[in-house]
Structure formats: C-alpha cells, structure tokens
C-alpha cells in the first residue's frame, strides 16, 4: 500500500467522478490535469482516482483549486500534495482537509505557501 493510499480512506475513481459532477470523464481528466482536483493510482488495479473528501455533495470543495495551486507552486506532486492535505497536524489541529472543509481556507494556504520557502 503506498503512501497516499495509507492516509486517504475513500476514493473514487474517475468515471465515478464524473458520475458525481454529472460530466464527462474526459472533462475529469482535464480537470485534473488543469490543477483543479489532484489524483494518484492506487488499489490493486491501479487505477487513476480523487479523494472522495474532496467533494462537497455534488461539486468540488471550492477552496481546492487554490490551495492545490499554491502546494504545486510549493513544488509538491500531486501525490505529495494529497499527503500533505489528509495527514494531521496537531498545531491545527486535524488534517488540511477537515479545515477546508470547515471554510478555513486562509490558514492552509498560509501554511502551504510556507513549505515553499
């Protein structure tokens, strides 16, 4: 099991994705490459899939786009990025995810902004 596999607990995979925000899976696609939602290989069968907490309902976590844009300025992987936001951190605390979720948005981004440096 790797290790993005070890702290992220529920995933889907992208034509489940595309089930959810009701388009295509070739628009996952894009929205993945175009940094608007992260993805990484895991399972057995090694398929391309997102976070399912990445999701609120049926759309994105609208702070998400941002904070993966500062994590990949920050010179992180995608994969390293979905570390990054589901390990917890006591100084928070809780894991990044849980406090976008929870619309704490500007103190992630502080916070990834500074792995940079």
Do not use: C, N, Y
Not at 80 to 108: H, M, N, Q, Y
């Amino acid at each position: 099991m790797s290790r993005v596999e070890k702290v992220v607990s529920e995933w889907l995979p992208l034509p489940d994705v595309a089930e959810k925000l009701e388009i295509s899976v070739t628009k996952v696609h894009a929205l993945v490459k175009d940094g608007s939602l992260l993805a990484a290989r895991v399972g057995e069968r090694d398929i391309r899939a997102v976070p399912a907490e990445f999701f609120a309902e049926d759309h994105i976590l609208e702070s998400l786009r941002g904070t993966i844009s500062v994590l990949h300025d920050a010179g992180f992987s995608d994969e390293e990025a979905i570390v990054w936001l589901f390990t917890p951190d006591e100084s928070l605390p809780g894991r990044p995810i849980d406090a976008l979720r929870e619309g704490r948005k500007t103190e992630i981004r502080r916070r990834a902004q500074a792995l940079g440096w």
